[in-house]
């Protein structure tokens, strides 16, 4: 019981990290990037290819493959999702395209993964991090990677919160997430600050991926999407744009997730993030945690 | 870099043959209006006559293509994005407030600061903009959403003072408002104007705009039609007629313009 209880709240924290990423860019920039998941894994890969000649320690590896998901992550802003909004004065048209546009950045992501990793699952040695078991009494334990996935997810969660709230910048992306136009009207480089909060979103993934691929010891490209698939109904129960409800509901998907598998028909795992969708969207479509609405003038 | 003759210190803000145009609709056909430190222009027209158009051109604002020459203190700004413009020291106070619904009253006025990277300065231009607006100090927590159109304006013109502006830009700052608040608004601008703003208004309501205004000038379909001091504008017989609802004026009077 407590083994699955330390389990789900891991999980949970993958899952915070992950989604946090995708609810800042879909929150802020409409921008609902279903290349998200591939960053992740394309974290894990950068994570196997620097360490399985044993060339880099582990912390250099999470700093650099963070980065360099958030540089891919970067590099769509700048090339399609800046121009798109630029090309679409109309939101929804601009979401759809980029929505699109995203699909298409998952599917090349992932086909080079695939490629260099001759499409099988890639699993960083265990040289690349040091595993230590903690034993609490029993059959119970926790390892230091899952420590370092908690701590993580707690820090940026905070982190991020307070960020949003309290900072500049936090003021500014809130801000154009209501009113791009008047925002820039502002003194705001609008265009910076989503580009910045677009390596932010990517640099996450990245940071979600690489813990990942050592705690679990491997990826594959599919693990992607099945993450995705679980940030989208993290997204839908917590409320659009929501800090505190993604890492809430990220959390609370992870314990019904976890239960399931340890208690119910295992095979049911991935419906329940279905189930959640379904029933939220009926029950209370604007999510847990939904943000005052005003009318956009 | 400018030439020094362009460099006029007595000139806020020089507009020569500022045309906008949406694709083939003209929306302002060679407009030039001169704003001299210090004053407080009003820029009069009805319903379609290019007054946001010209506002939003000017502010870097607008997806449209524009011609013609627009300094601000003898440097160029026609064609920088609008963040550029704000950090020249114009600012514009868009039409209908435009503020940040969620946000509240207090983050809309640091956002207006947002580019004051000293936290003193930022203290001192809180306190000013409290002292000028009250209203602000007192819903400072309360969401910009949930204030009045009145309370909206003040807010819009206090976000606009914590940027330390040196010009600011106003479209139709009365629009939507009771008579009794357009004087409030009306008090507003003359406030800022004090305070040491050169400001630039768009106007429909004439009779309220030039009692605080130095100068002014007439647009109507695009073209400037009529301009010169506040008082001289306000009693043209066609100014009168048409903005002023003032018949009996424009029997007796002369042309100014």
């Given at each position: ?170 003021r500014a992306i809130r801000a154009l997430a209501y009113d791009p136009t008047t925002t820039q009207l502002l003194g705001v480089n609008v265009g910076a600050v989503a580009a910045a909060t677009m390596f932010l979103a990517g640099a996450l993934a990245g940071l979600a991926g690489v813990m990942l691929a050592i705690y679990l010891g491997g990826e594959e490209v599919a693990t992607g999407q099945d993450y995705l698939l679980t940030a989208f109904a993290i997204l839908i129960v917590g409320g659009v744009g929501s800090i505190r409800g993604a890492i809430v509901s990220a959390y ?46 | ?239 009168a007629q048409t903005f002023l609802g003032l018949r009996e004026q424009a029997q007796a009077g002369q042309a100014a313009c």
């Open positions: 019981m407590l083994q699955q209880l330390i389990n789900a709240i891991v999980f949970g924290s993958v899952l915070t990290l992950f989604s946090l990423g995708l609810s800042l860019a879909w929150g802020t920039l409409d921008v609902l990037n279903l290349a998200h998941g591939a960053v992740f894994v394309f974290a894990g890969f950068i994570t196997y290819e620097l360490t399985k000649d044993s060339t880099m320690s582990f912390v250099p590896t999470l700093i650099v493959a963070s980065l360099a998901a958030g540089a891919v992550t970067l590099a769509l802003e700048l090339v399609a999702f800046r121009r798109i909004r630029l090309h679409f004065p109309a939101r929804r048209q601009a979401e759809l395209s980029m929505l699109v546009v995203s699909v298409g950045a998952a599917t090349v992501i992932g086909e080079v993964v695939s490629h260099q990793t001759s499409e099988a699952a890639f699993s960083p040695p265990a040289s690349a991090f040091s595993i230590h078991r903690y034993s609490l009494g029993g059959s119970v334990g926790i390892t230091n990677i899952q420590i370092l996935i908690v701590v993580a997810a707690i820090i940026v969660a905070v982190a991020l919160d307070q960020g949003i709230r309290r900072t500049r910048y936090g609370l998907i992870a314990l019904a997730e976890t239960a399931v598998v340890a208690y119910g028909p295992s095979q049911w795992r991935d419906g329940v993030a279905f189930l959640l969708i379904l029933v939220m969207l009926l029950v209370r479509p604007q999510g847990l945690f939904a943000r005052r609405r005003f009318q956009r003038a | 870099m400018s030439g020094t003759d362009e460099n006029d210190p007595d000139t806020a803000l020089q507009v020569d043959d500022l045309t906008v145009r949406y694709g083939q609709v003209t929306a302002v056909a060679g407009l030039s209006l001169r704003v001299p430190s210090g004053s407080v222009v009003a820029v009069l027209g009805a319903n379609g006559a290019g007054k946001t158009s010209t506002m939003r051109a000017l502010a870097g604002s607008i997806r449209a293509s524009i011609d013609g020459r627009a300094r601000l203190f003898g440097g160029s700004i026609l064609g920088l994005s609008a963040h550029r413009i704000a950090a020249r020291g114009m600012v514009l106070v868009p039409e209908g407030r435009q503020v940040i619904a969620p946000l509240t009253v207090e983050e809309n006025l640091l956002l207006g600061g947002y580019r004051q990277r000293s936290r003193a300065r930022l203290r001192e231009l809180m306190a000013e903009c409290h002292e000028l607006f009250p209203i602000l100090h007192e819903r400072a927590d309360s969401p910009a959403g949930l204030l009045s159109g009145g309370e909206q304006q003040m807010l819009a013109f206090g976000r606009a003072l914590m940027s330390d502006p040196r010009l600011i830009l106003m479209d139709e700052p009365s629009m939507g408002l009771a008579p009794v608040m357009v004087d409030r608004v009306m008090e507003a601008v003359e406030a800022l104007h004090r305070r040491g703003a050169s400001i630039l208004m768009v106007e429909q309501n004439a009779a309220s705009a030039l009692q605080v205004a130095t100068h002014a000038y007439v647009l109507d379909q695009g073209r400037i039609v009529c301009s010169g001091t506040a008082t001289e504008v306000g009693s043209d017989p066609v100014v």
